[in-house]
């Protein structure tokens, strides 16, 4: 019970809004105010019974709240999504996208630039087997909302189901230069670094590992100073050129990202797996590019 009440209380902060002229309003989510439309109370109080009797596992009752609320406020794209949601998770697993995505379709239309719709998408073809698919839109959940960690946790679960281990591994790393540690994350690490225990994660001729100890120990400027003292000695090292992106992307310093971003001679060799993990989750979260290496 006190979980439930908890999940509906974080639902009501995240909606919750102040009304002001002309319709607008200002809403609050993650400690960042928004001006947006406004909403009607009848739309919230559907969706918060939605929130509760989904917490609850009453998916039914939970369904006809939020398409109450959907009635209510019909271009809400979270709404879209829950609605999408628990018509994934109430049908058999192999049919639960296609009785789900045209509700993600709509959220998307709805804003395109709202993560939820990507994410619950990506779960529901995640319980479909559709293993490539989720990680697409998993990735595009992680580009419009970098932070959010049941994302970047998705795409490295996703990543090693697809037998993509190194990969997996350094994405988790990378996301954890810029976060806490959670119970949730270091549990995922500690899986993603047993599945490539013994594996090879950079090329032979990279002599930079430790630029990225410091990213996985969450010292940024560290990992700065080590990758730029071995682009010095070689400038074609592109192992060191992408730590050395990494570490100034984490700093938000924009000076050192420019200067790193124009520091890379030809490079002698390809990047190593680990490299190319950490520009891949570099690339989603400044641009929101989702490239296959």
Known sequence: MIAVRFLTLLSLCSLVACAESSGSVTRMADGVRYEGRFVNPEAYAAYLLGVEREARGEYKNALSAYLEAHAEDPDSP????????????????????????????????????????????????????????????????????????????????????????????????????????????????????????????????????????????????RARQQAQTELDADPSNSDAWIAALVACDALRDEVCFERALVSLKSPSLAPSATALGYLRELLARRVGAQLTF
Do not use: K, M
Request: aromatic share 6%; with cysteine; charged share 20%.
């Open 78 to 221: 979270e709404i879209w999504a829950r609605i999408g949601a628990l018509r994934c998770v109430s049908s058999p697993a192999p049919g639960g996208p296609a009785a789900a995505y045209p509700s993600f379709e709509h959220g998307i239309e709805s804003d395109p630039e709202y993560f939820g719709n990507y994410l619950e998408r990506a779960r529901c073809a995640e319980r479909g087997r559709d293993l490539a698919g989720a990680l697409s839109d998993a990735s595009a959940a992680v580009a419009r909302r970098p932070q959010d960690e049941p994302a970047n946790l998705l795409v490295a679960r996703l990543l090693l189901a697809l037998g993509r281990g190194a990969e997996a591994r350094a994405w988790l790393e990378a996301f954890q230069t810029y976060q806490a540690a959670s119970p949730s994350l270091t549990r995922a690490l500690d899986s993603a670094r047993n599945a490539t225990r013994g594996a090879a994660v950079r090329s032979p001729s990279a002599p930079n590992a430790s630029a990225f100890e410091a990213l996985r120990a969450g010292s940024a400027e």
